[in-house]
């Protein structure tokens, strides 16, 4: 079955600066990877998604990117802000009917102004 | 829309007494899953649904670990009995067609065992 790490476990930046969490994924059949943004004492909000025919997708600040053939996919904050400030989960599953999303361990993103 | 409804928000019980979560989808939403967050064991998936019947309950960690959907509106996770190894927030998320459509999920139940 599918299998996804996440790093960091933590990330500390400064306000303005850029924050990067990486995801690799173990089954090549995955196909969608969406990203969670989970802010203290609330469920995990969907802020982002890509799926494998795509290389790149971007909202405003932030950003994914895929490379499909060494399986890993990445999430790009620019610019952060104190409110980025969350755990972050990424997520891979074939897109398949019937199968359903397996999440990374999450990154804790702290920004300080 | 109220989103996904979870119900208690918290909640504090004995080791050995029976404990049920309940949850609410959002209106129109096929798809309902359960899940389980730990700090050492993150986010997992412990069952979900598809038009209220059980599709996958493979993560369920075990015989006292149970869940219905009776209708479209409702659903509960049930531990009996309970253990303080089971502690952890529960959430409900539910998704409006497919399982990989974007999950909505609920503020979460968090279950304390003593």
């Known amino acids: 079955g599918e299998n996804v790490e996440q790093h960091p476990s933590t990330l500390s930046v400064q306000e303005g600066d850029s924050a990067v969490i990486k995801c690799t994924y173990s089954d090549s059949a995955s196909n969608y990877f969406p990203w969670y943004k989970q802010e203290l004492g609330k469920g995990p909000q969907l802020i982002i998604d890509i799926r494998s025919n795509v290389g790149e997708k971007k909202d405003q600040r932030i950003a994914v990117t895929l490379n499909k053939t060494a399986k890993h996919f990445s999430l790009h904050i620019t610019e952060t802000q104190p409110e980025d400030s969350a755990v972050y989960f990424c997520?891979?599953?074939?897109?398949?009917?019937?199968?359903?999303?397996?999440f990374g361990k999450g990154t804790t993103l702290s920004v300080s102004s | 829309d109220a989103g996904v409804i979870q119900s208690p928000r918290h909640e504090v019980t004995e080791m050995g007494q029976e404990v049920t979560l309940r949850c609410k989808p959002i209106?129109?939403?096929?798809?309902l899953f359960w899940y389980r967050q730990t700090m050492m064991r993150g986010l997992e998936l412990l069952i979900y649904f598809n038009n209220n019947v059980p599709i996958d309950d493979s993560g369920m960690p075990e015989d006292r670990f149970s869940a219905k959907m009776p209708n479209a509106s409702f659903s509960t996770l049930k531990i009996q009995p309970s253990e303080p190894r089971d502690s952890a927030v529960y959430f409900c998320?539910?998704?409006?067609?497919?399982?990989?459509?974007?999950?909505?999920f609920g503020p979460g139940t968090r279950l304390t065992v003593l």
């Open positions: 998320a539910s998704s409006f067609a497919t399982s990989l459509d974007t999950q909505y």
């Open positions: 997520a891979a599953s074939p897109n398949q009917a019937g199968t359903a999303l397996i």
């Open positions: 209106s129109g939403h096929d798809y």
